[in-house]
Structure formats: C-alpha cells, structure tokens
C-alpha cells in the first residue's frame, strides 16, 4: 500500500468529483429507498420519542402514520392544480368526499365487493370533476376559486343534510366491517391499512412526477405562467387545465377511498371548505410547485394537527395562563398563525428553506413572490 | 450618433435600464436622455418596448417584473420610488391605451385627475371645447379620439415638467391625427414631451430629437431631421419608409381644435 | 297569496344579509384584488362584539337604545378589526395577489379557532330585542321582524354606500381604481389608504350581517361566518366583482330563488343557487354587472 500525500485542494477536488459522480445516483434512488424504508416500518419496534407515543409497530403509530401519509399524497394531488398549474381551487375536498362517501354509500346500499365499490366510486368522481371542472374553468383567477367553492359547498350540504337518508348527516356514515375484506378489519390488520395508505401516496407521486417530466408537464407550468405564450402555440389552456383538475380529482378520489377505510367510515367532515384551506396551507407550507414540497407539508400538517390537539389538553398547556392556554389548545390556531408567517418569511415553504440551505435558486419562493392572479388573463398592476 | 444640443439640459436621464417581464429579458440596456425642451421622440419597431421604456420610468409594469438600472428626473432617482408619489414630482402621464375611466363621467375623470388646488381648467377646456359640453357624459361612451382628448386634457390640468406620451394618435381617423398632432405642438412649446409615435408625419413635425430602440437597446440617438430623411437607415430601424403617405396639410397652420376641414390631411398612421 | 308575500319579504331579508356580507368582498376584491377569505371572520367578529357588549358594556343591553348601542359597538370592532388586517397582514404584500389570498385563509383558520378557544365552539344565545322575534302581518303574511329588519339594514347601507361612492372624492378614487387600478396611481393617488377605508367598510358591513343574522337565527356560534361567506362569494361572482349595484342584484336573485325554492323542495334552494352560478359563468363569466374581459373579471 503506498501512502499517497495530498494536498487539501486536491482533497476538495476529489471529494467534489466523488459527489458529482455519485449525487445523482443517489437522489435518483433515493425516493425508492425511502418507499421500501417506509415498507418496512411495521417490521420493526423502533421509538422516537417525542414524536410518537408508541413504537413505530404499534398500530396506533401506523394509524397515524397512514393518515398523514394520506393527507401527504392528497396535498400532492393538490398541487398538481395550485403548483403546478396555477389553479386556485377552494373545492378540491369535493373529490376526496366523493371517493370516500361513494365508497361509504355503495357498500351500505349494494353487495358488491369492495374494489368494485372503491372504482366505482373513483370512477365517479372523476366524472363529476370533468364535469364541474370544465364549467368552473370558463372562469379564471379569484371567480374561479369561488366557483369551486361554491361546487363544494353543495357537497357539504348533501352530506348534512342527508338526502334519502344516504349521507348519514352529522354523524355520517360508518362502514361495515362484515362488507370489507377480512385483512383490512380490526386493529391487527392496521398494518395492511398502512401499506395501502403508503401505495396511494406511491401512486400519487408516480402520477404527479410522470406528468411534471413529460412535456405536459411543461405545458402545464407554461399555462400557470402565461397561457397566452400557450394559446400561441396553438395548444389549449383550457384543455390542459381541466386535465390537471381531473387527474387531481382523480387521485383526491383514491385518497378519500383510502381514508374512509382507514378511519372506518366517512363524515361531513371531508366535505369541509376548511379541509381544502388545509390543504392550501399544506402546499405552501411545503413549498408549491415543488417535487417533494407539497407531500412534505401534508405529511407534517396532518402530523402537527393530531399531535397539536394531543399537546394542546396536555398538562404543560393546561398549567397556563387562560389567555395563553386556549388558543394554543387550538391546533388550527397555531398551525394558521404559523402559516401567516411562513408566507411572509418562509414563502419558499419546507422545500424552499431545503433549497437554501443548498445553495441559491429559491424555486418556490420565486413562484410565490410577485405572483399576481389573474381574473382576465390581464396581469394585474 | 450625434449628442442633444449642449445647451439643453438632460431634464430625464435612463441609465443602463433593464426590465424583465414574465421570463423575456423586453429592455437590455436603455440608455438616453431628454432635455428640459422639446419632443424627444421614442421610436421603433411594434413590440420593441417603446411603452415598456414609459412604464418602467414611471413604475407601472406588471407585478413580478424585475427593473434595473436608473432613471433620473431632474437629478432624482425615481426607479424606487412609488408611482403615485414620482408622478407628484411633475411627471404627466397619457397612457396607450388612454387610461381613461369608463364608468365615470368626463368631469370626473377630469376632477379626479387634479393634484393642485387650481387646476387650469383653461387651458384644457380651451384647447378641447367639446369635452366641456359632454361634462356629464360617461366617458366610457365616447369615441376614441373624444377619449384621447380627455386623456390629454387630463393631464394639462396640472403643472407638469415632463409628460410622458405613449401613442396618442394610435387608432385615430386622419382628421383627429392631425387635432392632436396640433394639440401635442402647442404643448410642447412650454412643456418638454418623451412621445412614443409610430406617424412618422407627427414626429417629423413636432419631434426634435430620436431615441430609436432595437434588440432591446438604443440603436438611435440624435435629431430626427436626418433620421427620418435617411430613407434607409428609417427603413431599417423602423422598418417602413419615412416619406410613406404621411404628409401634413399645413405644417404652421394656428391649431384649431375644432379643425373640422374634411380637406385631406395628414395621411394615415404608419402601421410597420 | 300571503305564502308568496312572506317568502318575498323573508327571501328579500335574507337577500339582505347575502348583499351586507357580500357588499365589502365585492369592493374590496374590485379595488384591491383581494380575495379576503378572513371576511368570514369579520361577520363573526362583529357578532361576538355584540353579544359581548349586551351582557358587559354599561349601557348596551338587548333591549331599545341600549341594544343599538350594543349593535354600534360590533360594527366598530368589525371596522376597526378589518383595518388592522389591511394595514399590518394585507398591505405589506402589495401586489402579491397569492400571498395576500394565503394570509387571508390563515386568518381566517386562525381567527375561528381564536374564537373557538375563547368562546367555545358552541353556538350561544344572541341577545335581540323582544320586537325582533315577532312577526308583523303584512297582507294577510306573518313575516318575522328579523327579516324586515335585514331587508331594510341592508337597503340602507347599499343606499349609503351609493351616495358615498358617488358624492365623495375617496368614493371617486374606489370607483375609479375598481376600473383601473394602476391608472389612478400614475394620476399621482395613493390607492393604498383607499384600500383601508375599504376593507373598514367592508368589516363594518359584514359585522353588521353577522349581528342581524345572529339576531335572526338567535344563536351565534364561531363558525357562522364561513357558510354565510360562501354564499356572499356566489353573490360577488353573479353581480359582478366591484359592482355595488351588480351585487345588491345579485343577492336578490339568490336570497329570492333559494327561498322560494326550498319552501317548495326543501334542500333544494342551495342547490339552485348554484346551478344560478353555474350558468351565470357560461352565459356571461365577468357576471352580471361585470365589465367583459376588464380589469376583474
């Protein structure tokens, strides 16, 4: 073995060629790597402390984990809209309650098996965003995401009101076990839950990064940027829009099928304005328009919400003065207030604080700043 | 390139401007200046960013745009500053595409325009009778060149240093080219003008000197006498020839505003 | 004949509650392009200040003066409220649309939980007059004061804000500035102080919704504002964002249709007032009183 005597420049220089070669390698597999990682989580009693109560094997932990991982995928499909398309859409909670209720409704009122009932239901779903979809999107900018909201705000109605007797109202509508298959009942087999909770979130990554990859994708950031360069070119913004908002609609279906089984059961709660301001807030948290932003957020907004509760009827809060201790037993409170300022002061979200901790080029903050709506296709001054 | 005259003092100055709208790079290093007098007149092909030159200066493009460089107005930068404020300093302002408000009426447009305690309704009224008689009428009802008059008249209310100008007789029938052509001379005796014109006949009549924008740049700059009786050199800045079918039908004639003569007058606007 | 006497009046009244919630979303989105999803919070706002007022300020009550002045007090903590959002949330993010919507929605999350904390998230009885909860007959019809006490509220504050709009020089620069924006600053006005005058009478109107609804359906809860905001979004969009007469016409056509719609198939109202939205948007996007392709559609 011959000692070889380097300098430090050529120390950095290698070490710097070393990175340049194997970087790429690794962050192409590295979402792969973190997908079997996550697999594997119910395989081993790991615990972290602070963050769960339990070890990471303990069907509570999973059940929380699934959620947020349903949320993070469902913040995705979000994006696809916002991020990527610059769409604006008060009511994507409509898909997602469409998915998970019609599962709810189709299994209460039918026979047939659940996976017919879960296409069913997605497949509807998607119908009714192409359908809303193309009447909300002659409309652009503010009109639009009013329009969407009122779309869902009709949602939220059916599912309180209970027409037929179908919804379940207030309290809505549970599923029957016997009508599920046998591995996704009981708490033993929430391992399975967590395993589809995490091939959804797979499924909508796939999706959502095929599309960014493909010139569709660029057709779909040349329409957030400025869709008369696109009319230009003789494509159609319109059409590209209501595919983004259907393939959203899709996807938010899937999730709601997901996480009506995994809470067994739907409510109007899913139906709620404040679920699409939360995934609002998701997105930008994690940085819109990002790769991995916009499920990072999701994942951590559905985390803080369930712990935030949790701490906030903890002793530490309790003890407290009044002032102090009810608005912080508010989840929503802090993650709002926190949400105010990150738009002040992290507009980049998760990924864009990511980003400048590597190094300059704020992709998300770019995008937030200066970015103004446009009504009209007219930018505003 | 020949410079400005040395006895006219740069009153606006453009340093190195650079503006970037939505991703294109539309100013890459405008320099120029325009004196205290006169009409300089900012020339070039459609689309080279003749307005964008007027709104930058005065802070108005698009939100997101990024502007560099500097513009100074009488020795003060003016590119940090807020529109409403540097438009205080003197600054008049007649935009493309008039600007003017359709909802409300012509007296309000008028009213809502005033910055001075004593706006010379006068001068305005005198040079535009016909905007006195429709007062109270919405001037989202009027024809292009009434709402061109009203754009102008707006501006005459208060004492200005410098108006800014952008295309005033874009769209305009032959008859209302020359009233404004007439209109812009008189101002321009007391008030220094930077007008964007594609007539090559009203710039030949009222300009003085020529800032011709290419590629983003000054190609130009100098008198507008041997611009325009370079017939290549207009041609290929501007690409139309100078002597194209403009002609004036009196050149010193007394403006009357109300110059009605359906005598053939100057020729059409030219359209490159 | 009486059935269709009291769906007209109590369909106006709560046309009247859509155009007081509406009336402030509309001009402020006409004028500053802000979404103000907090808007919401301003109608609950301005209930909880009344009903704080009825049961703790000396003077105010629920009964006569003392129920006006309870009544003045929420309408000033709305204004007050809606201007120190403008002035400390909204105006530093000049010109960054997005930005202002997202700070809006945090608000708006924020501030109900804020209430929910305080006040719990239960609905509570809301102080009103003993007059307000008694019908008067009009042509054979028993309409409840409530309504007809919205219905005028509201036709006075639209015949305020006209003549306000109309006589005023800050009413001259809104009206303007709806149109075009960027024009009234390069005639050398501070749209900016507009704004805040704006969003204040904005606050100040949906306060004014959220006590009168509060004194209509007698309870107040923290989540009151975000389903009327809603309907007040569907109001702006029909009339035409900016319009203040496009509005007021607008909340007619919805209060009046979901009335008369869900007396006849209950539930259904809703459901058409957004099929209304819906073919508004085909026939005519920039709504009813909107300009074609203009500066807000």
């Known amino acids: 073995m011959s000692t070889e005597l380097v300098t430090p420049e050529q120390a950095a220089h290698q070490d710097q060629r070393w990175r340049a070669r194997w970087w790429p390698v690794v962050r192409r597999f590295l979402p792969v790597g973190v997908l079997v990682l996550l697999a594997a989580v119910p395989y081993t009693n790991l615990r972290i402390p602070v963050l769960f109560d339990r070890p990471l094997n303990a069907p509570g932990t999973l059940h929380l984990i699934a959620i947020c991982l349903v949320f993070g995928g469902l913040a995705l499909s979000y994006d696809l809209m916002f991020g990527r398309t610059g769409m604006l859409s008060f009511g994507h909670a409509l898909y997602f309650a469409a998915g998970g209720y019609g599962t709810a409704i189709l299994l209460a009122q039918t026979t047939w098996p659940l996976w017919t009932v879960a296409l069913v239901a997605v497949v509807g779903a998607t119908v009714l965003a192409a359908v809303l979809g193309s009447v909300a999107l002659r409309t652009k900018g503010i009109a639009f995401a009013m329009v969407t909201l009122a779309f869902a705000q009709i949602g939220a109605i059916a599912a309180s009101r209970n027409p037929g007797r179908l919804t379940g109202g207030e309290e809505g509508l549970s599923l029957d076990g016997r009508r599920l298959p046998e591995a996704l009942v009981g708490v033993v087999n929430t391992v399975n839950l967590y395993w589809l909770a995490l091939a959804f979130v797979a499924l909508v990554a796939f999706v959502v990064h095929r599309i960014d990859d493909a010139p569709a994708g660029r057709v779909l950031a040349a329409v957030r940027d400025d869709d008369r360069r696109v009319d230009v070119l003789g494509l159609s913004p319109y059409r590209y829009r209501l595919l983004a908002f259907v393939i959203a609609g899709a996807l938010a279906a899937i999730g709601g099928v997901v996480y009506v089984l995994l809470i067994g059961g739907a409510n109007p709660g899913l139906t709620a304005s404040d679920l699409t301001l939360s995934l609002l807030v998701m997105v930008v948290l994690g940085g819109p328009g990002t790769r991995w932003g916009p499920l990072a957020g999701g994942v951590v907004f559905a985390y803080l919400d369930h712990r935030l509760t949790a701490v906030g009827t903890s002793d530490v809060v309790e003890r407290l003065p009044g002032v102090l201790s009810g608005p912080l037993s508010e989840p929503l409170f802090i993650l709002g207030t926190v949400f105010i300022l990150a738009v002040y002061f992290f507009p980049g979200g998760l990924a864009g604080l990511a980003q400048r901790l590597r190094g300059p080029g704020l992709r998300g903050a770019r995008w937030l700043r200066g970015r103004g709506l446009r009504a009209s296709g007219r930018t505003p001054s | 390139m020949s410079a400005a005259p040395p006895t006219s003092r740069a009153l606006l100055s453009i340093v190195d401007l650079r503006v970037r709208i939505a991703g294109s790079q539309i100013l890459q290093g405008v320099s120029f200046e325009a004196p205290a007098t006169g009409v300089t007149v900012l020339l070039g092909r459609n689309g080279v960013g003749k307005s964008t030159t007027l709104k930058a200066i005065l802070g108005l493009t698009p939100a997101g745009s990024q502007v560099t460089g500097e513009v100074l107005f009488d020795g003060v930068p003016l590119l940090r500053e807020p529109t409403h404020q540097l438009v205080r300093r003197g600054l008049g302002y007649v935009p493309e595409d008039r600007g003017i408000f359709a909802g409300l009426t012509v007296a309000e447009n008028l009213k809502l325009a005033e910055r001075v305690p004593d706006p010379d309704y006068d001068t305005a009224y005198g040079l535009f009778p016909e905007l006195k008689q429709r007062s109270r009428q919405r001037a989202g009802t009027l024809s292009g060149g009434q709402q061109q008059m009203l754009a102008i008249a707006r501006v005459l209310l208060n004492p200005n240093r410098l108006l800014l100008v952008d295309e005033p007789t874009k769209g305009l029938a032959p008859r209302l080219v020359t009233e404004v052509a007439d209109v812009v001379a008189r101002v321009a005796e007391t008030v220094p003008i930077l007008l964007v014109e594609q007539n090559l006949g009203l710039v030949r009549r009222v300009g003085r000197d020529a800032v011709v924008l290419a590629a983003g740049t000054v190609a130009y700059r100098g008198p507008i006498g041997p611009l325009l009786d370079d017939e290549q050199l207009t041609r290929a800045l501007l690409g139309v020839g100078s002597h194209s079918r403009v002609r004036e039908k009196q050149p010193e004639a007394a403006p009357q505003a109300q110059g009605m003569s359906a005598a053939h007058g100057a020729g059409g606007t030219a359209q490159s | ?297």
């Open chain 3, 1 to 297: 004949m009486s059935t269709f006497i009291l769906l007209l009046l109590t369909g106006l009244g709560l046309a009247g509650l859509y155009y007081l919630v509406a009336s402030g979303l509309s001009l402020v989105f006409g004028l500053a392009d802000v979404l103000n999803f907090a808007h919401g919070l301003f109608l609950s706002v301005g209930a909880y200040a009344t009903w704080w007022a009825a049961t703790n300020l000396p003077g105010a009550g629920s009964e006569g003066l003392g129920f006006v002045l309870a009544v003045v007090f929420g309408v000033v903590a709305g204004a007050v409220i809606a201007s120190i959002v403008e002035l400390v949330l909204i105006r530093p993010l000049y010109r960054r649309t997005i930005a202002q919507v997202l700070v809006t929605v945090g608000l708006s999350l924020a501030g109900v939980a804020l209430l929910q904390a305080i006040w719990g998230a239960d609905p509570r009885p809301f102080p009103r007059p003993a007059w307000a909860s008694r019908v008067t007959m009009i042509g054979g019809a028993a309409v409840p004061n409530s309504s007809l006490l919205l219905a005028v509220s509201a036709a006075m504050v639209l015949a305020g804000l006209l003549a306000f709009l109309r006589f005023t020089r800050v009413g001259l620069v809104i009206r303007a500035g709806v149109e075009d924006r960027s024009m009234v600053t390069a005639l050398g006005i501070d749209v900016r102080k507009a704004f805040t005058l704006v969003f204040a009478i904005g606050g100040a109107a949906a306060a004014l919704a959220g006590i009168l609804a509060g004194v209509q359906f007698s309870v107040v809860s923290p989540g009151q504002g975000t389903s009327l905001l809603i309907f007040g979004f569907i109001v702006v969009v029909i009339g035409g964002m900016g319009s203040v007469t496009g509005t007021a016409w607008a909340a007619a056509a919805v209060g009046l249709l979901q009335q008369f719609v869900n007396y006849y198939a209950s539930g259904l109202g809703d459901i058409c007032v957004v099929a209304l939205l819906a073919v508004v948007l085909l026939v005519r996007p920039q709504g009813l009183a909107g300009v074609a392709g203009g500066a807000h559609a």
